[in-house]
């Protein structure tokens, strides 16, 4: 339906008011020199109805003095408008073009071919949620193809169109389609892109880019790409659940109001909510938001808006905000994987400026780790990168930057380098999750015999033994495994209520809320899971050597990390106990729809969704929370405890 059509039928305002809800994609075209990218995008226009008839003229024209198609109109020249690229029927700068259809609005990022120019094509795509890789079916999967794919997969775009484009010039041939499909998915299965769908198309004819080819290609059941692109799922992509409120601008008005201007990052704040600023550490609570329209209970990404605290926080320009339970990493040191956009080489130990979200500070390469070979995917040592390189890199920075990684968070995992001289962009940089691998191994070597790499020092006056005889009882861990809500935390603190009214003292270490404290500077990957679990099975045996009793409500989903905890602690004194409950039962009184949201896409990693849980073989005892609620079950976990003699 055209722009006119729809005026005609809901008049001015209500076409605005249609067009101001509608959903927003985000995409880029990309591929090798010559594989239609021009040419596909403005025969999207031409017949999605979005072309004026003064461009179609216009592109009449200029197909007659720069065109290849003949007598044909060349819709690419819809597209390129730089003389440079009228003459030599290429693309060289990115090119934005706009446009709606009755489901979704379009922002298309038309990105050059050529090798040189791979730093165009990686700043297209910086702000894409979806890719579409054009493959001229004559030539099959080429270098720049691999090379664009691997930029795709590095920026975080989740969903790839991959467009075997000029499929009339092989007789829209099937063989030709799964040889080139079968090609990509090959490569492919070493990118991390979550996404991929294959169409078979031709640009220049028009056929299955607005309308399915089914007189062309009978054998094709898929749908058209426009279709494919206004039905795409592309709601949970952002994040929702990690808030991050980068601060751009201090408001103070007057002496009666100081606001937080900024865009949200990632996330949801509500009014009410307590927040810390960082890198300063003060905690308050969000006393209103406040928008153009007016005040509102509750913001999220990427709304711009300004915030007002309760207290008189000292919060600046580059600061961030975020909730107190869930806060981003503070990092002096950093690790990320550079795309080199400048004609001058990297050089390390030179200073660059860093901006990352509002923040200015400068930053040191220290060390190149590896440069990728994005032909081969092969890693490759190197001291410096040059134009178009990728490589990850360690940079020192002066000021602590609060930052997530780029695949949890890309608001707060991107930054450029830029040259303090001549101020040009350098690189743009994504954070990566992990620490180098010899540092983590280093970790956990460290951490699973810190008795052999410490010294014990001096011994305490007071002994366990004195501790123990002193509170007449006899220390040890009592450690609560099993889903997420499958009611270890409920039958924890009910636990140790009966052992407190035994005269016995306990101390409950609930996984949530340690998150909040000594592990809230974890996130959720492999490693710091890893980590918080020692950390928690650390501090049950600190409270062990004290003469208390340690119950660990943990999720702790791994049979071997649970053994490495029970050796923390001490063999002797440490009892597994299995919180037994289905997935749907934990799913039935999972009050923050926790699961629901795994199983939306929104979160990643939750056991018993996405990511395995190993029951313990041989429990101290095994309760069916489902059917007893939580004094029931601290009863038996009291009777085996007598049974073994501990109480």
Known sequence: MSIQTELDRLGIDGYLEKYRTKDLLRLLTCGSVDDG????????????????????????????????????????????????????????DVAYRYFTTDKRKFIIADTPGHEQYTRNMATGASNCQLAIILIDARKGVLDQTRRHSFICSLLGIKHVVVAVNKMDLVDYSEEVYDRIREDYQDFASKLQIQDIHFIPMSALKGVNV???????????????????????????????????????????????????????????????????????????????????????????????????????????????????????????????????MSETPMETGKTYVLKHTSNTTSGTVTQVRYRTNVNSMRKEDADRLTLNEIGRVEIEVVRPLAVDAYSKNRGMGAFILVDRLTNATMACGMIVDRSPAERTLARRRASADAGSNVRSGQRGAVTAEQRSERLGQRPFTVWLTGLPRSGKTSTAFELEKALFERGKLAQVLDGEKLRAGISSDLGFSATDRWEHQRRAAEMAKSGNEHGLISIV???????????????????????????????????????????????????????????????????????????????????????????????
């Open 37 to 92: 990218k021009s040419t596909l995008i403005g025969r999207l226009l031409h017949d999605s109805a979005m072309v004026y008839e003064d461009q179609l003229a216009a592109a009449k024209k200029d197909s007659k003095r720069y065109g290849t198609t003949g007598e044909d109109v060349d819709f690419a020249l819809l597209v390129d408008g730089l003389e440079a690229e009228r003459q030599q029927g290429i693309t060289i």
């Open 210 to 340: 607005v309308e399915r080819a089914q007189a062309e290609m009978p054998w094709y059941g898929g749908s058209a790409l426009l279709d494919y692109l206004e039905t795409v799922h592309i709601a949970s992509d952002r994040n929702l659940i990690d808030f991050r409120f980068p601060v751009q601008y201090v408001l103070r008005p007057n002496l009666d109001f100081r606001g937080y201007a900024g865009t949200i990052a990632s996330g949801i704040v509500h009014v009410g909510d307590e927040v810390v600023a960082l890198p300063s550490g003060r905690q308050s609570r969000v006393k209103s938001i406040e928008t153009f329209a007016g005040p509102i209970q509750e913001a999220h990404a990427p709304m711009s808006v300004v915030v007002t605290l309760t207290d008189e926080v000292d919060v600046s320009r580059g600061d961030v905000l975020s909730t107190v339970q869930n806060t981003p990493r503070l990092e002096t040191r950093i690790e990320a994987m550079l795309v080199w």
């Open 553 to 647: 409500a943990l999720v702790s989903p791994i049979e071997s990390d649970r053994a490495q905890a029970k050796r923390i602690v001490g063999e002797d004194r440490f009892y597994e106990v299995h919180c037994d409950a289905s997935v749907e039962s934990c799913e039935s009184r999972d009050e923050n729809d926790l699961y629901g949201r795994a199983r939306r896409g929104e979160i990643e990693g939750l056991t018993g969704v996405d990511a395995p849980y190993e029951p313990p073989a041989a429990p101290l005892v095994r309760l069916d929370t489902e059917k007893l609620d939580a004094t029931a079950n601290a009863r038996q976990i009291l009777d085996a405890l007598e049974a073994k003699g501990l109480i």
